[in-house]
């Protein structure tokens, strides 16, 4: 296994959990009020569903950024143990010639 395709994965994953916590910011930002909804929208209740519905897309969005960004954590730990288990076994051939 390539550690250098190891450490290029972790920033994809790096960069795809950015995109996701910059979608929740953006949905953060969006802002639906009774009176973006008819009377009778706003008298059944549209405007709390639109705020539930809000808050779990921004819930989801931070949870899948915190997902990926641990995913790339997981992945640099990975090269770097396998970055150690390289430099060790190198040291011990040369000690061995």
Do not use: C
């Amino acid at each position: 296994m390539s550690i250098e395709m190891l450490r290029k994965d972790a920033a994809v994953w790096d960069d795809s959990g950015d995109i996701l916590r910059d979608a929740a910011q953006v949905a953060a930002r969006l802002e639906l009020a009774a009176l973006h909804f008819s009377y009778i929208g706003d008298q059944i209740g549209l405007v709390d569903v639109y705020q539930q519905i809000q808050d779990r897309m921004i819930r989801l969005l931070n949870e899948g950024s915190n997902t990926f960004e641990t995913i790339a954590t997981s992945l640099r730990h990975v090269a770097d143990g396998y970055e150690r288990d390289e430099a060790d076994g190198v040291h011990r051939l040369n000690k061995i010639y």
